[in-house]
């Protein structure tokens, strides 16, 4: 992914199905995970360094799959979306 405007919905499939991501800082834009979980390169060498690493599941991609599934599970889980959604609902349910 080279570019776009909101969280990318790839980058949370990759996350989700605990795929190693390589992306230019604009394809983790709208997330905010506080450890990383990707690989983040601007150039096309760092790009293709990453690429292979992650490929040959270094140490760094493991970490950050295993981030990023932790990631997926505290944003995009449906605990996630009950934590959220729960207190409108009540209120919207007293009202």
């Given at each position: ?6 969280v990318?919905?790839?980058t949370?499939?990759?996350?989700l199905n605990?795929?190693?991501?390589v992306?230019?800082?604009?394809g ?17 060498e760092?790009?293709?360094?990453a690429?292979v ?15 990023g599934?932790?990631f ?6 449906i ?5 959220v959604?729960?207190?409108s609902?009540e209120?919207l349910?007293?009202g």
């Open positions: 992914m080279r570019w776009g405007g909101s990318k919905g790839k949370v499939e990759a996350l605990a795929i190693p991501i992306s230019p800082p604009i983790m834009q709208g997330l905010l995970p506080e450890e990383p979980v990707a690989c983040k390169a601007d150039v096309a760092d790009f293709a360094r690429a690493a992650a490929q040959n599941a270094s140490e760094e991609a493991k970490a950050h799959v295993l981030a599934l932790a997926i599970e505290e944003a995009y889980s605990g996630a979306l009950r934590r959604i729960a207190p609902v209120e349910a007293r």
